[in-house]
């Protein structure tokens, strides 16, 4: 995919039709925040190695406290819910795994045949699943590393959740339908279509009876957990790219391809803030633990904290050479996973003034 101009359709992670060595990267703009935001430059070595090595630690004093750089562009990380493992899916087809007590590398799932666009721990963490350009979802046992499920699409699956219990497994695809798949046996119990274009990303909210999708037609969709019934939230003027809940489930934030991020009050149904500082699109988006700030990362290759209270800007944080992809939240210490299209994953201090 070209990132020239306004970005077409396939342009959340690698297209289908081209491999990231094909990808026109632009350069971001230079010119600094001036609405008073702090913007902070990441230290990092500049090599890559062919097998993962684990994490260079930099200390909990510095901005940047871990650099990982992986053989290919990282288009997905997640961290488990106990905070103890992150995994890190690549456009080399491979998801690395990693300890995040010493940073260490514990393995790689290998059997896709096609880029990693998403990754996510089930809610007890013995459990990963995967979304790849090769139009199929795998379920993985996280301790064995085994293939537990394999659900097919028509077309490329862009982003896969679990649900919060569990039990299900929802994905969004290029085919324009997001499915729900039962984890016990595999079976598609929904599919949900009229996703114009391609469907983008899907979460659920943590009272397991909503599913919020985002699309290539600006919108946000919400569904009852069946996928029987929708509300359209409209807005975005660009692709929506990325959906997630806040931790109490009153919140919806989406991400578009118009360099905004908005939040959405659930119960009423309408946006709360458009939250504007991104030069670019915005990829990635994920929620603090307790709700109160929210971390972006897009194309202008900058991860920014928001306040979700007031919808304000928090800081930039810059370091990156390439697109932020995603970016995570560690569940258990203020701390950012961001994976960029410059094949590094970045640890970022949020504890830091």
């Known amino acids: 995919m070209a990132f020239s101009g306004i970005p077409r359709r396939n342009a959340h992670r690698p297209s289908a039709s081209k491999s990231s060595t094909d990808w026109d990267i632009e350069s971001p703009p230079s010119t600094p925040a001036a609405d008073g935001r702090r913007e902070t430059k990441a230290q990092g070595l500049e090599h890559n190695n062919a097998q993962p090595q684990g994490f260079q630690i930099f200390g909990v004093d510095q901005r940047v406290v871990g650099l990982g750089h992986e053989d290919g562009v990282v288009c997905s990380c997640a961290y488990s819910l106990d905070g103890q493992y992150l995994a890190v899916g690549l456009d080399s087809r491979i998801i690395n795994v990693y300890r995040t007590s010493n940073w260490e590398w514990t393995g790689t799932l290998r059997g896709h045949t096609g880029a990693i666009w998403s990754v996510a721990y089930s809610p007890t963490g013995d459990r990963i699943a995967s979304a790849s350009q090769d139009k199929t979802v795998i379920v993985w046992d996280s301790g064995s590393r085994s293939v537990l499920r394999k659900f097919e699409h028509a077309d490329g699956v862009r982003c896969v959740a679990f649900s919060p219990c ?14 729900l798949w039962e984890t016990a046996t595999g079976n598609c119990v929904q599919t949900i279509p009229d996703h114009k274009d391609g469907a983008t990303c899907v979460a659920y909210s943590p009272n397991r009876k909503q599913v919020a999708s985002g699309c290539r037609d600006n919108k946000v969709r ?44 659930v119960t009423k149904r309408e946006c709360s803030y458009i939250l504007k500082g991104h030069e670019n699109g915005v990829l990635s988006v994920a929620f603090w633990p307790n709700g109160d700030q929210l971390v972006s990362g897009g194309r202008d290759r900058a991860v920014r904290v928001w306040g979700t209270k007031k919808g304000s800007s928090i800081r930039t944080l810059t370091g990156h050479n390439g697109l932020v992809m995603s970016v995570a939240y560690s569940p258990t210490c203020k701390q950012v996973a961001s994976g960029s299209t410059d094949k590094t994953v970045r640890l970022w201090n949020l504890d830091l003034k």
């Open 222 to 265: 919400l569904w009852d957990a069946g996928g029987r019934s929708s509300l359209e939230l409209s807005g975005h003027t660009q692709a929506v790219m990325d959906v997630k809940y806040s931790p109490k489930g009153d919140l919806l934030a989406s991400a578009s391809e118009d360099r905004t991020v908005r939040l959405w009050n």
């Open 166 to 179: 569990g039990n299900q497994v929802a994905s969004a695809s290029d085919d324009q339908t997001v499915k």
